[in-house]
């Protein structure tokens, strides 16, 4: 069974630092995708990881996958307020369009 | 383009009733795929729909099911609800081809009495 496990759960960071948010999945998987969640809103797309060694980038934020080590990373570069939400990693199992969620890391930056 | 759509926003019922919910996805989508949210066991993957065929099911009971319309719009329904079934209930289309981002509706926030 897959499982999908983000840490650290809750991040508290002040402006202007950065940090990193990890992804660990437990079975071979081909595609994996980071979302972000605003309170009572729904999921928005943010990178989708298709290969080894693939990274993506927007903005402030910086998505990388290995896969050899069934691990994604989500950092994140001089945080600013407007980046406090849920963020989640999700994995599609091997040949299928079923999604695994990490728990999300709830993000706080504070001013 | 339009969004993906989902209705009700908000639905208040009570145990043992049941409910439909419904999820237009994004024209040209024919990929439907639905979830369940809560705090405690976070987004879990319902099933997903492609072309009227369920492909992809999760492991959640016989009580919830679903289908898709041959205009893609997809309606899933939970019998005999139970007080646990409270959540929000996220769909998600996607376009069959390039990066297969699935885009998400707003929810459908059902409270179970």
């Known amino acids: 069974e897959l499982k999908v496990e983000q840490n650290p759960l809750f991040l508290s960071m002040q402006e202007g630092k950065n940090y990193t948010i990890y992804c660990n999945y437990s079975?071979?998987?081909?595609?994996l995708y980071w979302y972000r969640q605003d309170p009572g809103k729904s999921l928005e797309s943010l990178f989708v990881?298709?290969?080894?060694?693939a990274v993506k980038q927007e903005g402030r934020l910086m998505a990388s996958l290995d896969t050899k080590a069934r691990l994604s990373t989500l950092h994140i570069t001089a945080a600013v307020h407007d980046l406090s939400a849920t963020y989640f990693c999700?994995?599609?199992?091997?040949?299928?369009?079923?999604?695994?969620f990490g728990t999300g890391t709830r993000l706080k930056v504070l001013a | 383009k339009a969004g993906v759509t989902q209705t009700p926003r908000y639905l208040i019922k009570t145990r043992g009733q049941q409910v439909t919910l419904s999820c237009s996805p994004i024209?040209?989508?024919?990929?439907v795929s639905w979830y369940q949210q809560t705090p405690g066991q976070g987004l879990q993957f319902l099933f997903e729909?492609?072309?009227?065929?369920?492909?992809n099911k999760g492991n959640f009971p016989g009580r919830f099911s679903g289908r898709q319309f041959s205009n893609s719009r997809s309606e899933m329904n939970v019998s005999t609800l139970e007080l646990g079934d409270s959540a929000l209930y996220l769909c998600?289309?996607?376009?069959?081809?390039?990066?297969?981002?699935?885009?998400f509706g707003p929810g459908t926030r059902l409270t179970v009495l």
């Open positions: 998600a289309s996607r376009l069959t081809s390039g990066t297969d981002t699935q885009y």
């Open positions: 729909y492609f072309s009227e065929t369920q492909r």
């Open positions: 024209s040209g989508h024919r990929s």
């Open positions: 990881l298709l290969s080894n060694g």
């Open positions: 079975t071979t998987s081909d595609r």
């Open positions: 999700a994995v599609a199992l091997s040949g299928t369009y079923k999604y695994i």
